[in-house]
C-alpha cells in the first residue's frame, strides 16, 4: 500500500478506564477513496512495524527532518513532530505485543490476527479473490443451534448467487446431536441458501478450523480459538464467542473434500415423530392477513379428518399455548393474532374464556437499527409485551405473555390445544410463522415511534397481502394427538 494514497492524524484520548489510549484517523486521500483505508485494520501490526521503520532517520535529527518524518503532509504539523517520542511509542515491547502468541498460530508462523468481524473479513478476501467455493465448518454445542437465526444466513444466498459453491461441513457426531426441529431448520437453511451440507469425520485438529474460501490458486482459511465459536446462532463470527480468530492466505486451492465425506440432502434431515402428521404447505395460505387464520383452520381441517371433527363437536378449548423464540415483528404477531382468530369460527375453537399462553424469547440487540416497517423486529421489549397483552385480551381476557432467554426455550414452534375433556393436539411448524413475508409492493409502514395504543391501532386494521419468504421450499407442518398435555 503506499503511504501517499493515505493521510492520517493521531489523538490521545481516554478510555472510559481512565487509561491513556491513542485514535489514529486514517482516511483515502485519492479522488473518491480508493478504500485503501478499509484494509488497515486487517494488517494493523505490520503498518506500527513500517512505521517505526520511517521513524529510523538515516541523518540522525533530533527530531523531524526530510530523511524521516517531515513531508509534504506532515509540514504543518512541525511543533507536532518528534521522531524520538514516537519511538518510545513504538517501542520492542508493544509491536511484540501485536504479535500473535504461540497458542494462537493455528496455521505456523504465517497466521495472521483476524481484526475483523468474520462477515466482513469474508467480504474484505472474496473481493480480492475469484472465488470458487467458500466452506463453513459448524459444530460446538448442538443445544446452542440457531440455524435459521444464524447470521451469516443472507451472506451463504449472495455467494451461491454470485456462482461459489457453498458447502457447510458438520461432523456425523454433531448432526446426531440435533434435535428434530434443528435438523427441519437446518434442511430449510440449506434448501434457502443453495449451500450443499456435508456430514465430515470427527477429526482431532488443535484450533478449529472455521471458514475456507478457495479460488483457483488461492486459498483463505481461518481457524477460531474455540469449538464455541462453530455454532451457526446469531452472534457468530464476532470474536464474543470462541474468538479471536487468526487466518492464513496461501497460493494453492482447496483441498478436495475427503471420500469419507458424504453428502446430506433436505430430506435426510426432517424427521417426522410417530404420531404426527407432516404435510408442507408452500402458497396454499397466500392472501390477506386479515383472513389467514380462516385458511389455516380449513386447510387443516381437510389434510386431518379427525382434527376437523373435533373442532366441529360442541365443546370449545379449555386452552392453547404457543411457544416460539422468533415472535419479534409485528407481521408475525399479526399473524399468530389471526391465525388464533381463525379458531373462533368453530364450535369446538376458541371462545372468550379459553386460556391462551404465548411465549417466547427476549428481544436482543441484533435486530434493524430503526424499524419502521411491519416485518422489522421490535427494539423496545416494552412495546411488544404491552402490543401482545392488550391487543390479545381485547379478545382473550385470560391472555398471558411469557418471555424467557432462548436458550431456555424449547428450539420448537408449537401450538398445544386443549379440550376440556383433557383431549390435546399439537402442532409443529418447522419455521414458524416466519415462513411468509409481505407482498412486494406492498406499503406496509409500522409506527413503532407511536405509542402503544397506535401500534394495536395498525395491527387491527392490518390487511396485508402474504406469500412465502422462499417459495423454492415449503414450511413444514407436523400435526396430530397426544396422549396428554400440560398447558
Ligand atoms: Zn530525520
Known amino acids: 500500500m503506499k503511504r501517499q494514497r493515505w493521510a492520517a492524524l493521531a489523538a490521545s484520548k481516554r478510555t472510559p478506564e481512565g487509561e491513556v489510549a491513542y485514535s489514529l484517523y486514517l482516511y483515502d486521500t485519492a479522488t473518491g477513496g480508493a478504500d485503501y483505508v478499509s484494509q488497515a485494520a486487517a494488517r494493523l501490526p505490520e503498518l506500527l512495524q513500517d512505521a517505526r521503520k520511517a521513524l529510523d532517520c538515516p541523518h540522525g535529527c533530533d527530531a523531524a527532518c526530510q530523511g524521516c518524518v517531515l513531508t509534504h503532509d506532515t509540514q504543518y504539523h512541525l511543533e507536532d513532530l518528534d521522531r524520538h517520542r514516537a519511538l518510545e511509542l513504538l517501542s520492542d515491547a508493544f509491536l511484540n505485543g501485536l504479535a500473535l502468541p504461540a497458542e494462537l498460530r493455528a496455521f505456523g508462523s504465517y497466521s495472521q490476527l483476524e481484526m475483523e468481524p468474520l462477515i466482513l473479513a469474508l467480504n474484505r478476501e472474496g473481493q480480492r479473490l475469484a472465488v470458487t467455493e467458500l466452506r463453513v465448518y459448524l459444530g460446538g454445542e448442538t443445544q446452542e443451534w440457531e440455524p435459521l437465526a444464524w447470521r451469516l444466513r443472507g451472506e451463504l444466498i449472495r455467494w451461491s448467487q454470485n456462482g461459489a459453491s457453498v458447502r457447510l461441513i458438520a461432523s456425523s457426531v454433531t448432526l446426531e446431536g440435533l434435535n428434530a426441529s434443528q435438523r427441519d431448520e437446518l434442511a430449510a437453511l440449506i434448501a434457502y441458501t443453495g449451500a450443499e451440507l456435508w456430514q465430515s469425520t470427527p477429526s482431532g485438529s488443535d484450533l478449529p478450523l472455521i471458514l475456507e474460501l478457495g479460488a483457483a490458486d488461492k486459498r483463505v482459511r481461518w481457524a477460531a480459538q474455540a469449538i464455541s465459536a462453530l455454532v451457526p446462532r446469531p452472534t457468530w463470527g464476532g470474536g464474543e464467542q470462541g474468538g479471536p480468530f487468526v487466518r492464513m492466505k496461501e497460493t494453492q486451492p482447496l483441498a478436495p473434500l475427503p471420500e469419507a465425506w458424504r453428502r446430506v440432502v433436505p430430506a435426510d434431515l426432517r424427521q417426522i415423530a410417530p404420531g404426527l402428521v407432516a404435510f408442507s404447505i408452500t402458497h396454499e395460505l397466500d392472501g390477506s392477513s386479515a383472513t389467514f387464520g380462516e385458511r389455516v383452520w380449513t386447510h387443516l381441517a381437510k389434510q386431518v379428518p379427525s382434527l376437523a371433527e373435533r373442532l366441529h363437536g360442541g365443546e370449545p378449548l379449555e386452552s392453547v399455548s404457543y411457544t416460539d423464540r422468533y415472535l419479534r415483528s409485528p407481521l408475525v404477531l399479526l399473524l399468530l393474532h389471526e391465525w388464533l382468530q381463525g379458531l373462533r369460527a368453530y364450535p369446538g375453537g376458541l371462545t372468550p374464556s379459553t386460556q391462551v399462553r404465548v411465549e417466547t424469547a427476549t428481544l436482543d440487540r441484533w435486530g434493524v437499527e430503526s424499524p419502521r416497517l411491519l416485518f422489522h423486529d421490535w427494539r423496545e421489549s416494552d412495546d411488544r409485551r404491552q402490543v401482545a397483552n392488550q391487543w390479545f385480551q381485547e379478545t382473550w381476557p385470560g391472555f398471558s405473555w411469557h418471555e424467557a432467554m ?82
Open 406 to 487: 432462548a436458550r431456555d426455550l424449547p428450539h420448537a414452534r408449537e401450538l398445544t390445544m386443549r379440550w376440556h375433556d383433557g383431549e390435546c393436539w399439537v402442532f409443529r411448524l418447522d419455521q414458524g410463522l416466519g415462513y411468509w413475508r409481505i407482498a412486494p409492493r406492498t406499503h406496509a409502514e409500522f409506527p413503532f415511534e407511536h405509542d402503544v395504543a397506535r401500534q394495536i391501532t395498525n395491527l387491527r386494521e392490518a390487511n396485508v397481502g402474504i406469500e412465502p419468504l422462499n417459495a423454492g421450499y415449503p414450511t413444514y407442518w407436523y400435526c396430530g394427538r397426544r396422549e396428554s398435555c400440560s398447558v
